[in-house]
């Protein structure tokens, strides 16, 4: 069917790959370009022999556009599938609009030096993609990304109209260490030091980090401590449904994560302001990241599931209806399967699907879009094929 090119070969670029190899219909080639090539090679060693996806590897330094414009014009994907980090998302963007290659990534821009994401900067190339006849695809991972699909599916198919939305995110595997992030530290740590908030009648509500605490029972894991997170894929949810008076998005913590995360931002540890260190200006929360264990190698450590999904209020033929769409998934199947963990699969089966959704014309929307913007029928159907089967819920537990 056609090419991908896949930016980054960390964690979820790896399940993502993985996938795009089981799929070689679909991705006849592949060019995974990453920081460290060496990295491209190993992953290509392990999966050549047993794929007929062509796979070719090469070097590229992401935040260097024209580098990425070379290897864009040398390569000629249908799609640039962007497994980097958040901090290169717009120059990925500039490249794919100098080259009219579709584009799509899984976590909205961030600048290195502000802990701040919102879709304002990627949104600002809505015209330029539509006007280049390219699509970006926005958020094609699990949260957001499967969310946000969930959003549309239950709109479409469930509701006239949708007035409540919580985000529940619950991840009950054990890796065994006192503290360790899934996905990158250092983005991790950003993510959920900040201070949360939610959407509620038209209006941002802040709240302090951590502030807002829930207990919920979840299938496949059972009773956990959820905190209130400022998460993006409200922002879009609040544009794209109509009718709705509030979305929040919870994630489980336990406690020895939140007592050394504490400990951590009390000794400022997390801190993103450079410091001097025997004559070497460092990052806290970069050296951090450089002596936490790498997410990649929690897989064979992490037992558990997940349990991520969206439990909906709304109304459908004048009566109010409550409607839970979530998906559970195992670590250590995942690990079995892909050799990562359940939170790397669980967002680089939804890479792979936004890919091939954009890579096949099945989604074809010049523009900048989030994900709920597409019919999510196709993704639905695509999510019980890849690995990542979704399950319902007519009368779910509500979060007060
Ligand atoms: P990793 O740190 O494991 O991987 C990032 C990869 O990007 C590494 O291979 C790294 O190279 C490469 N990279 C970083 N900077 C550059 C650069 N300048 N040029 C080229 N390559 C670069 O991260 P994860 O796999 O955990 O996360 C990947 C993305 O997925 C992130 O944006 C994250 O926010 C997002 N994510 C989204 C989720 C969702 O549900 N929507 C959930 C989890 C993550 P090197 O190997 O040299 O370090």
Wanted: charged content about 25%; some cysteine.
């Amino acid at each position: 069917m056609g090419k991908a090119l896949i930016i980054g070969c960390g964690g979820v670029a790896s399940v993502a790959i993985h996938k795009c190899c089981q799929n070689s219909e679909v991705f006849e080639e592949i060019c995974i370009a990453s920081r460290t090539k060496s990295k491209c090679d190993a992953l290509k060693e392990k999966l050549a022999p047993t794929t007929k996806t062509k796979i070719t590897t090469a070097q590229v330094d992401a935040n260097n556009v024209e580098e990425l414009i070379a290897l864009i014009e040398k390569e000629k994907p249908g799609v640039v599938l962007n497994l980097a980090l958040p901090y290169q998302d717009l120059t990925i963007m500039d490249a794919c609009l100098a080259t009219k290659t579709h584009y799509v990534d899984t976590a909205n821009y961030e600048p290195e030096d502000t802990a701040k994401f919102e879709y304002s900067w990627q949104w600002a190339y809505r015209e330029r993609f539509e006007k280049a006849g390219i699509t970006a695809l926005l958020g094609s991972g699990f949260d957001p990304g499967v969310t946000g699909v969930f959003c549309a599916y239950a709109l479409k198919h469930e509701f006239d109209e949708i007035n409540y939305i919580d985000i529940l995110d619950c991840n009950g595997g054990d890796h065994g260490y006192p503290f360790a992030t899934n996905f990158n530290p250092e983005i991790n740590i950003r993510e959920v030091s900040a201070k949360g908030s939610y959407w509620e009648d038209g209006h941002w509500v802040e709240t302090e980090p951590m502030e807002i605490k829930r207990v919920y029972n979840f299938e496949g894991v059972g009773e956990k401590d959820m905190y209130l997170l400022h998460h993006e894929e409200i922002e879009s949810l609040a544009l794209n449904m109509p009718g709705i008076k509030r979305i929040r998005f919870f994630m489980t913590f336990g406690q020895s994560y939140l007592t050394h995360l504490k400990c951590l931002e009390n000794v400022g540890m997390t801190s993103i302001e450079p410091i001097m260190y025997e004559g070497k200006e460092i990052v806290p929360l970069q050296f951090l990241k450089a002596v936490l264990p790498d997410p990649s190698t929690l897989g064979p450590r992490t037992k558990g599931k997940t349990n991520i999904g969206c439990i909906f209020q709304g109304k459908k033929d004048g009566e109010e209806k409550t409607y839970y769409l979530y998906n559970i998934c195992d670590h250590q199947e995942s690990y079995r399967e892909v050799g990562s963990q359940a939170v790397a699969y669980t967002t680089g089966v939804p890479a792979m699907i936004g890919a091939m959704m954009v890579l096949t014309g099945t989604w074809n929307k010049p523009g900048v879009h989030n994900i709920e913007e597409f019919d999510p029928d196709p993704f639905m159907d695509a999510l019980n094929t890849w690995g990542l089967p979704w399950k319902e819920n007519r009368h779910p537990v509500l979060v007060d």
